[in-house]
């Protein structure tokens, strides 16, 4: 198709497009002539792919660069999950915890092996450490509640990368689901929150 | 103490503070002498909490206010979770939305009973329409455990807020909670994600 037919498929603008094109987030499409591509269902997928990844996730032109660029190279799992975890992450310094807060979050995830600088367990121990700092504490039953729902969460993510057939789709598989998964968690946690309240006290939140 | 000390015990600057002080984040200190007031342990965890919400939440100081209002006038809990899950999260327009990205969801979470409008529904909607726009899909076996690990935080989120004496501090562990609580899963599930991988593949991510 041409590119106005790309545009009508997904909804993004001609400039947009070429915008893609020219930072080397869409591969450029067939030449057919001088002046003209032709494009096909991969380029509207990979448009829909980086729309997710801005809209839904928030991510910036360079980060969607970086992730994808890691689902072309058909880099191995290992590094398309690193790529897309530290640039959905946000880096947090060992140096600005204090050794409290490592200490619960060790505690909670004894079991997983964690290397000391795994982003999430530094990520948590901030998380927690902010918590105790508003003069409040996270509970450890809290905390166990929310590593064992993460990692319910995680062995989903790995069974859904596990059903995709070739490299690319699963690299693919990893990046949407890494940066979708945080938005449609945070979403069902919403409505759960809701739900259980109804559950708990027959209105949404009403005990007082 | 002074509100220098206050800096000094909470690393907020002065310049910092003043200006929580002038928008309203932070309530008035106690008048000691004509151009000087005193601040209390109360202002030391308000300005951890402002710190908490912006930092780690990426509050705007407008959304801030807005919570730190709902804490402030002592509202109703259920008020407190509609405020503080309104300002954390973006409102999807139903309209933008398709009805199979409805349908599935609602396939999902049938025993929750949702409002039509819950945003938490709309916003998982969105997702999984954004999921298949990419050529992917998400499972229902994906989603499924997904709303299950939703459920588990919910009921611990409620228990926490429960375990919490006074009005205030429980809207303070609801606002809080609701901020934090998304970032703590997120970084819970990279640090899980990769001690499932480990489990699964014997190395993260690895198997390709």
Redesign the interface.
Known sequence: MKISALSEHTGASVPTIKYYLREGLLPAGERSAPNQATYG?AH??RI??I??LT??GGLSVADVKRVTEAIDKEL???H???IA?ST??EQVDPDSLDEDALATVDGV?AD????SD???????A???M??R????G??S????????????????????????RD?E??A???V??TV???????????????????R?YG??????
């Open positions: 269902e509207v997928r829909h792919l729309r997710a809209d839904v191995p799992l290992s398309a999950f690193e975890q959905v992450s995830i997983w092996a964690c290397a795994d982003s999430g367990r530094l990520a948590a901030r998380v927690v902010n918590f700092h508003t003069g409040q996270a509970s039953s809290w905390l166990d509640a929310y590593a064992q729902a993460a990692l319910v969460v995680a062995e989903a993510d790995l069974d859904l990368v596990e059903t995709r490299l789709t699963r693919e598989t990893v949407v689901g979708l998964g945080d938005a449609l968690f945070a979403a069902l946690r919403r409505s759960a929150q809701a739900a259980a309240s109804v708990r209105y949404p939140g009403r005990q007082q």
